[in-house]
């Protein structure tokens, strides 16, 4: 069965410092992994996806995520953190097969706190 | 750019009205999807559809039905609204089958039920 886990409900850290976001996934296949934010009250907006290739994708906002095929996980960083990146963040798979039709499981989120 | 548009940002219902939540999509997107976001549990899927006509059910259909007559619009349906379907509601829309693209969403509906 496809699944994500974000083991952390809440990251914060200091405007200026960098921030990972974590995420790992269990798929059947190969994996297709997607990044997302959600402000309040607002839809989620995308961010990055992985699908092949490099393991570092680069996204919006200055975002990028590192893929690791034998930790099975794909975590969001961003090398210098601004206080208007504070927001939900969703990891989601889909996986390779086109058994599921394109549906992505999502992960519970993690709450993003950004400091001044 | 390409916009899902839900029809409502905030809707109050009484318990035991049917409600429609509509969804439209304005880039001939093939698949359309309806979930329902709580704090604590993410986005869980209650019905999604691949093509007009066409629909499947997620992890949390329960009490909920879907409609799409037309490819752009895709409608939610809580038959019966109860206390415990008052949450964030949330359309998206995807390109074609085959490949990797992401899905859009729209602003969401706050849904509450008294």
């Known amino acids: 069965a496809q699944s994500v886990a974000q083991p952390e409900d809440q990251v914060n850290v200091a405007e200026g410092n960098p921030l990972t976001v974590k995420c790992t996934y269990s798929?059947?296949?190969?994996?297709?992994l997607f990044w997302y934010v959600q402000y309040p009250n607002r839809g989620l907006q995308f961010l990055l996806k992985?699908?092949?290739?490099?393991?570092l994708v680069k996204g919006s906002y200055g975002f990028e995520a590192e893929f690791n095929k034998s930790q099975t996980s794909f975590h969001l960083k961003k090398p210098s953190a601004l206080v208007s990146d504070s927001a939900l963040y969703f990891c989601?798979?889909?996986?390779?097969?086109?058994?599921?039709?394109?549906?992505?499981?999502f992960g519970r989120g993690t709450q993003l706190t950004v400091w001044p | 750019d390409v916009k899902v548009t839900q029809s409502s940002r905030y809707l109050v219902k009484r318990t035991g009205e049917k409600v429609f939540l509509e969804c439209v999509q304005d880039?001939?997107?093939?698949?359309m999807f309806w979930y329902r976001q709580d704090p604590g549990l993410g986005l869980r899927l209650i019905y999604f559809?691949?093509?007009?006509?066409?629909?499947e059910k997620g992890d949390i259909p329960e009490g909920y039905s879907v409609s799409r007559e037309k490819k752009e619009r895709f409608s939610l349906i809580l038959e019966s609204a109860s206390t415990n379907q008052t949450s964030m509601y949330l359309c998206?829309?995807?390109?074609?089958?085959?490949?990797?693209?992401?899905?859009?969403f729209g602003q969401g509906t706050r849904l509450t039920v008294v």
């Open positions: 998206a829309s995807r390109g074609p089958r085959v490949g990797v693209t992401e899905a859009f």
């Open positions: 992985y699908i092949t290739g490099d393991n």
């Open positions: 880039m001939d997107h093939e698949n």
């Open positions: 798929v059947s296949g190969n994996p297709y």
């Open positions: 559809s691949y093509d007009v006509k066409m629909k």
């Open positions: 989601a798979v889909r996986d390779g097969r086109g058994s599921t039709l394109g549906r992505l499981y």
